[in-house]
């Protein structure tokens, strides 16, 4: 697929018309001076004089008066007949499971009068055990998009069930071939129907009917590598939460690699530095991910060093010698550790190559963690991408020698298949090409028939993401559009059930069925109470047996690295404008897409700074023919000699309706378009740049080579560094935290004073009053939030859940490139510097250079900090409002009124956490956030919480930290005249957070948890100095790492008193 | 049968009716009184006099057994248990067809007792017949129930045009007098001179003082009213919307003496006490159904909306929520919790939507003045649904802490006895707790 995309801001550049050439330069055109301009005598007769203005504003002020004093009239509907589980003004939550294909998760969904709004982990049913991921937490709002399809459609037009249903019944009899291509298929009754389907269609032996998985980001290669091993194409279970040493080789198990959501929950517990052990975390990869940023020692390697990384390991712990790169150091450490805790480690790779994926299994076997961190019995029945298969598909209809019934499921060959473009023009000759599929998305739009799938929110589903447990998803909204389940489709047109209509029980009543028949048999009602049951699974039978290693990646030259981001993923959520615009954890880039490469390496080609003005240069990578051009972003960390693309981008480049969205707008709202008129995708797909083999590669040898201009970008943090401000983060090493005292890592701010002998003594901030103590210490509550910066991996699920809980507006790239992003929380990201070897070096002018200490180390390691309002019980906010409209309780909240704030801005001014963010338009009807904010839409509004106001333009708003939660709590504990329990409350953030990271409670309880954390030894205030007293506490991030300066500085300081 | 009969006797006090009764009452009144006692006990929950209901209509029931063949004595047998007297008597037998429900067997009740009850029965007035005959008196009392959506009526036209009447007299009387005075003037050229306007400066600067006093006050009193006037914007209080229903709620809740809760029952769980849905209508009226009563008009729009089908005695399914005309609207940034007041603040329902056992009209939002005169209401001064009247509630109202009876407010209570200094500080003022020490003055109390 060719790509030759190039950035231009408009009609005129692209064709650099005369006019544009003279007008590039000038940013304000026709610039007039003020004399000029009063002196233009065409003025003076201008219809509206200033006067008539005054008088037009005296009428505005007078009519809008008058206008106000007459309530409107408002019409209350109660329901005709009552659900009986529904009481008006309550939530009602519903356990349930998400599956998209790629993730999965029990999830709880809250429902409000009929409408689900919130999404999070199920903490006490699953094995998920409440860990989710920012795209489940999003899926909410992809239910209320206005885009999706509401009919099934024929030959591109509405169209009946009826008639649809009858004329694929048809084409399926009639057909010789009939092919269905879906993604991985974890439910037992979709695999039944299918079963069933085959057995009808194919009869004894026959061919007729084929089933192929194909996932847009493929596994095969680790299914094909465990068949050469253990003999079977299964995907064992990992438990990260048993390995003391973990090593993982390109695999970001954390974000996106397998099972994140599992993975996250299972890792984060073996953080806290003060449990029992704390696990020890290597990771070797090219682009910096979200693993690799909260690694302990992390080397940099190129893709095609993958192997030689595993072999150097196998070799060493053989005690062999191996050839290495400039990653033995942290190799070597690998080694160390791995010798130490044996077959309590776990190795994972990333790498859809089946020789690399061999040599971890070999490595795995050498340490024998078969049997204690890797569960090959309970296997993972996700991605079960068969690549060959899908590629021989791909090849047959791109030749036109396709099926002639092709039903695709859940996937998007055309935009993510490396031939897709090929495959488009073949699937116009297949006589029935049928689509069940939500949008008319980029394969659907070119079938024959679309059949709407219902969204997952309002299905029935099942799922069998592991051998070990059966789960299913229950419908929290009766269908909004006349779609139908996938199921149901299915077994309509295998002539096994007819049509249900809207309130349709043929899905139910087959999956009901399903586990009925499942031995043992297991109540139904207890089944979608906790969404999901736990099944026997038999003891593993498998044995390890050296297999010959293959399929080794080679590579020359730059190599680009094909990854998946946090938010955006393999590209189907891309029209969710939450997910867009969170920012990218590590970039903190927010919608769009770029090429990575490492600061060091763009020196003189690049810019290697923007900001609101000056954007990214661009380049043009170019693998096997094909190119791609796009913005190139100083990623540290990024392996020298290798960049990365993220995959997902350039949904929709032939103007598809998948979301508004999906696409880039323009300055004062609507789409940009392109040539042709269509509107302008995000990013650019590289799915056409991925190569084959034996399976698909998601690394490439690629030329890179800049390209005139730049390019804007809209990133929420453009500094890199901390700059050694020890009071913002802190951070030691285990070791450090194990033997020495607090003072060594978390000294606490000290100032001078007289004691009563007039001699100056230093005492500890907290002694320091401006003015008299709210009292917020004994009465009432006091609610606080510790963040433990060890255990946070930076994933955006608790910015997500804040933005779902709170109703904050979506505001687009142009704004946020303005810094007017709404997020009441934001994760601040920090590299270390070379300059700052360590957080809490002193610094003097001799030693330091704050120049140098901006840029970050080639291969930094990286703080997340989420941050939020601290509700200080000192806020510097309050005390500068004009019109008192933020103020504070005596529960130790920083209030903000709405409705009296006059927008002065004088708070954000003063807060010294820029935590204020102010409300510059208005989101839910200016036509610039049309495209973006689904509060402009009358079913994106639905996804609104009822209980948190929408704010208007003119106001300052932040975190409230859950206000609404608080109240609720609290009433329900006085209704049932019972003191709250600790962990009863939790903020939106809380609830998301899969390690746990975020701890809410009441202070004033003494044996909360929330209270012992906030008098832990690693417990510190940010910007403690200031004195501002906030209720918010961090834990010093420890690192498992040996670091002999932060060691050395530490030491120092600690002897210093 | 209890309900209709109470409402029958207060709502249509035909003489006709009241004669019927007194002479009833005069003969058997011991027997009457045994009759009804036990009717309402027994038999109300399911039968009517004249409707059938759950149960057939009971008014002449013996005299229809003796008609249609029954055996003798029968139909006690059926009273006291009515599957021995379907086994024995082919007409009972034929009677427990009448409806799928089983009839409760009463075998306590001795012949007496239903012979007392049935002469009860037998001697109500059939409301149908008695409504037709007393039509015209009952009309004009039920108009109050029934009552039209009342709008303030507006008689500011009057005013106005009083006002023209008086500008017109004023100029015609001046007209006459200016006449007058250049016929009698002897300088006819003078007078001439002298325009409207200069003559009414003429005259204003005469009188200057008077006028300079007059302005001021009409100046200072425009300005009080603008003040007074903009105080008044989005004040709720008397707001009186029509309803697509005349639903009165003197009736349920004051003659009827239904609770509240019972129709508004999400109350005490949520924050919106809530317009109940038409299907807690019809757990009464699916049997009262007003025929031949002014207001049968309204209940047949229950029926419309819960697709009731009065003959079928049965849902056809198809229902129609009814869209009523919110009263008591808060403003869109204010957060007010039904369930925190009546539960745990124990309020009643009449400290802030006053008696509505007495309220016949449609329900309007009540003036302060005229909540405070019910008794046990604490007393308020700023009008009703305003800010000023929540806190200044939140400012006078004790909340119960450290009793013992709620756990909540023991450990809020226990907390704050480690400040001695404040929690003295909190009773000295007033004695008590107040809501707003306890937080109920903060603004993130009721708005987020």
């Known amino acids: 697929m060719e790509m030759t995309k190039k950035y231009w801001k408009g009609i005129d550049e692209l064709n650099q018309t005369p006019e544009f050439i003279k007008h590039k330069e000038q940013e304000f055109p026709n610039q007039q001076s003020v004399e000029d301009f009063l002196a233009d005598e065409n003025l003076a007769e201008s219809s509206t004089a200033r006067r008539d203005f005054l008088k037009f504003l005296g009428f505005s002020v007078a009519a809008a008066t008058l206008a106000a004093c007459e309530a409107p009239v408002t019409k209350v509907v109660p329901y005709a007949v009552k659900p009986e589980n529904v009481t008006p003004g309550m939530p009602t939550w519903y356990a349930s499971t998400y599956y998209d294909g790629a993730s999965y998760a029990s999830i709880m969904v809250k429902t409000r009068e009929g409408r689900p709004i919130f999404i999070k982990g199920n903490k006490d049913f699953g094995f998920t055990k409440g860990g989710t991921n920012p795209q489940i937490i999003a899926s909410v709002l992809g239910l209320y998009d206005s885009e999706r399809l509401a009919d099934p459609q024929a030959n591109g037009n509405k169209s009946s069930w009826a008639t649809v249903d009858a004329a694929i019944s048809k084409a399926i009899s009639g057909a010789k071939k009939v092919t269905l291509l879906s993604n991985t298929v974890i439910s037992p009754s979709i695999k039944r129907a299918i079963a069933e389907m085959s057995v009808k269609l194919n009869g004894e032996g026959g061919s007729k009917f084929e089933h192929i998985q194909y996932d847009a980001v493929s596994y095969a290669g680790m299914r094909e590598a465990n068949l050469s091993n253990f003999g079977a194409r299964i995907i064992p279970s990992y438990d990260f939460s048993k390995a003391k040493t973990i090593v993982s080789v390109g695999a970001d198990f954390l974000s996106t690699w397998l099972l994140p959501t599992e993975f996250a929950v299972q890792y984060g517990t073996r953080r806290n530095p003060e449990g029992d052990w704390m696990s020890k975390h290597f990771q070797f990869e090219s682009v910096l991910s979200v693993t690799g940023s909260n690694a302990d020692v992390r080397g940099m390697i190129k893709p095609s060093e993958e192997a030689a990384v595993l072999s150097y390991i196998i070799a060493a712990l053989q005690g062999k010698s191996a050839a290495a790169g400039s990653w033995k150091a942290a190799a070597d450490k690998a080694v160390a550790a791995l010798k130490k805790s044996k077959k309590e480690s776990v190795v994972v790779a990333g790498s859809n190559h089946i020789g690399v994926q061999q040599l971890a299994n070999q490595l795995n076997n050498i340490l024998g963690t078969y049997g204690t961190t890797i569960d090959l019995a309970n296997s993972i029945n996700l991605h079960q991408s068969e690549d060959a298969k899908a590629l021989k598909l791909a090849a047959d209809v791109a030749a036109g020698k396709g099926p002639e019934v092709l039903i695709m499921m859940g996937v998007n060959p055309v935009y993510s298949l490396p031939n897709g473009a090929e495959f488009a023009k073949g699937l116009k000759s297949i006589k029935t090409s049928v689509a069940i599929s939500s949008y008319a998305d980029e394969t659907a739009s070119l079938c024959t028939y679309i059949c709407p799938d219902h969204h997952q929110l309002e299905n029935w589903t099942d799922h069998e993401a592991k051998a070990g447990e059966y789960a299913v998803g229950q419908p929290t909204i009766r269908p909004l559009h006349n779609t139908a389940s996938a199921l149901e489709s299915l077994l309509v047109w295998n002539g096994a059930a007819s049509r249900g209509g809207q309130d349709s029980a043929v899905a139910y009543d087959y999956i009901k069925a399903t586990f009925a028949a499942l031995s043992p048999a297991g109540d139904f009602a207890y089944l979608t109470h906790n969404s999901c049951i736990e099944k026997p699974v038999a003891p593993a039978a498998f044995t390890y047996t050296a297999a010959p290693i293959k399929d080794l990646p080679k590579a020359n030259g730059t190599e680009v690295v094909f990854y998946q981001k946090p938010a955006i993923g393999n590209g189907a959520l891309a029209n969710n404008p939450w997910l867009q615009e969170l920012p990218d954890p590590i970039t903190k880039v927010t919608w769009d897409n770029y090429i990575t490469m490492n600061p060091v390496e763009m020196k003189g080609k690049y810019a290697t700074t923007y900001d609101q003005e000056h954007g990214l240069n661009l380049a043009k990578v170019t693998v096997n023919g094909k190119s791609v051009t796009l913005p190139v972003y100083p990623l540290p960390g990024q392996a020298p000699g290798t960049i990365g693309i993220a995959l997902g981008y350039g949904r929709g480049a032939n103007g598809e309706k998948i979301g508004k969205a999906a696409y880039q707008t323009k300055e004062y709202g609507g789409h940009a378009t392109q040539e042709n008129g269509q509107p302008t995708p995000i990013g650019a797909n590289v799915f056409g740049l991925l190569s084959a083999a034996a399976t698909i590669s998601y690394e490439a040898s690629a030329t890179v080579s800049p390209v005139e201009g730049t390019y804007p970008i809209a990133a929420t943090q453009i500094h890199h560094t901390v700059m050694g401000r020890d009071s913002i983060v802190r951070e030691t090493t285990l070791s450090i935290f194990k033997n020495r005292e607090k003072d060594a890592y978390n000294e606490g701010h000290k100032l001078q004073k007289l004691d009563k002998h007039g001699n100056h003594v230093e005492a500890p901030v907290s002694e320091f009053d401006l003015w008299a103590a709210h009292p917020v210490e004994k009465i009432g509550h006091r609610w606080g939030i510790s963040i433990d910066l060890s255990s946070c991996i930076g994933c955006g699920s608790c910015l997500v859940a804040c933005q779902s809980e709170n109703n904050v507006p979506v505001v687009g790239k142009d704004e946020v490139r303005r810094g007017r992003e709404m997020h009441w929380l934001r994760i601040d990201r920090y590299f270390a510097s070379d300059e700052e070897a360590a957080v809490g070096a002193k610094k003097d002018k001799e030693t330091f250079s704050y120049d140098n200490a901006e840029i970050a180390a080639l291969n930094p390691s990286v703080v997340h900090m989420p941050l939020m309002c601290h509700h200080c019980n000192h806020a510097p906010c309050e005390t500068v409002c004009p019109v008192a409209a933020t103020t504070h309780s005596n529960e130790g909240l920083n209030q903000m009124a709405y409705n009296r704030c006059i927008g002065t801005r004088y708070c954000a001014n003063n807060c010294p956490y820029k935590v204020r963010r102010f409300n510059w338009f208005n989101y839910p009807s200016y036509k610039k956030f049309t495209e973006v904010n689904p509060a402009q839409d009358d079913l994106g509004r639905m996804v609104l919480n009822p209980d948190v106001t929408v704010r208007t333009r003119g106001v300052m708003e932040k975190c409230s930290l859950c206000v609404q939660r608080i109240q609720a709590t609290k009433l329900v504990a006085k209704k049932e005249a019972r003191v709250i329990a600790d962990g009863e409350f939790a903020t939106a953030c809380s609830d998301a957070c899969p390690t746990n990271a975020i701890v809410v409670g009441d202070w004033n309880d003494l044996k909360s948890m929330i209270r012992e954390k906030s008098e832990g030894v690693r417990a510190y205030q940010a910007l403690e100095e200031v004195g501002v007293k906030p209720n918010v506490w961090y834990q010093v991030k420890v690192r498992n790492e040996e670091n002999s300066l932060l060691d050395h500085i530490q030491q120092v300081a600690e002897a210093h008193h | ?448």
């Not at chain 2, 509240?260 to 109350?267: A, F, L, R, S």
Request: with cysteine.
């Open chain 2, 1 to 448: 049968m209890e309900i209709s009969n109470i409402q029958m006797l207060k709502r249509f006090k035909s003489l006709a009716f009241a004669a019927l009764t007194l002479s009833f009452v005069a003969f058997s009144n011991l027997v009457s009184a045994q009759g009804e006692g036990l009717f309402k006990a027994k038999c109300a929950t399911c039968h009517m006099t004249h409707k059938n209901s759950t149960g057939p209509k009971l008014a002449g029931v013996r005299a229809k057994w003796a008609a249609g063949g029954a055996k003798e004595g029968s139909i006690y047998q059926w009273v006291n248990n009515w599957q021995t007297a379907a086994a024995n008597d082919p007409y009972a037998a034929e009677v427990s067809k009448w409806s799928p429900t089983a009839m409760s067997a009463f075998p306590d009740l001795k012949k007496e007792d239903i012979d007392a009850i049935m002469d009860w029965v037998d001697a109500q007035p059939d409301p149908a017949t008695a409504g037709a005959t007393a039509g015209g008196a009952a009309g004009t009392d039920a108009a109050a129930t029934t009552a039209e959506p009342l709008e303030e009526e507006n008689n500011s036209w009057i005013w106005i045009i009083m006002g023209v009447i008086f500008v017109v007299i004023i100029m015609a009387v001046g007209g006459v007098r200016r006449q007058l005075k250049i016929a009698t003037s002897d300088n006819e050229e003078e007078a001439e001179k002298m325009t409207y306007g200069e003559e009414l400066r003429a005259l204003a600067w005469k009188y200057r003082l008077q006028v300079g006093l007059v302005s001021l006050v009409v100046v200072i009193s425009i300005v009080v009213a603008l003040f007074q006037s903009l105080y008044s914007i989005n004040i709720m209080e008397g707001y009186q919307p029509s309803q697509p229903i005349a639903f009165p709620h003197a009736a349920h809740a004051g003659i009827n003496g239904i609770d509240c809760k019972y129709c508004h029952n999400t109350v005490t769980k949520s924050k919106s006490a809530s317009i109940p849905s038409v299907n807690v209508c019809m757990n009464c009226h699916k049997q009262i159904d007003g025929e031949g009563k002014p207001f049968a008009g309204e209940i047949k729009k229950i029926y419309a909306a819960a697709g009731w089908d009065k003959a079928g005695m049965k849902y056809t399914g198809k229902t129609k929520p009814i869209v009523w005309n919110k009263v008591h609207v808060l403003p869109e940034h204010v957060y007010f919790n039904h369930s925190q007041h009546v539960v745990v603040g124990g309020l009643d329902c009449k400290q802030c939507h006053g008696d509505m056992t007495q309220m016949t009209e449609t329900v309007k939002v009540q003036p302060v003045e005229d909540l405070n005169k019910i008794e046990g209401n604490i007393q308020l001064t700023r009008k009703t649904l305003t800010m000023g009247w929540c806190i200044e509630c939140h400012g006078k109202k004790d909340v119960a802490i450290g009793n013992g009876k709620n756990a909540y407010y023991d450990e809020i209570h226990r907390r704050l006895k480690k400040d001695p200094k404040l929690y003295a500080q909190y009773l000295n003022d007033d004695g008590k707790v107040t809501v707003n020490e306890l937080g109920g003055w903060e603004c993130a109390k009721c708005h987020y």
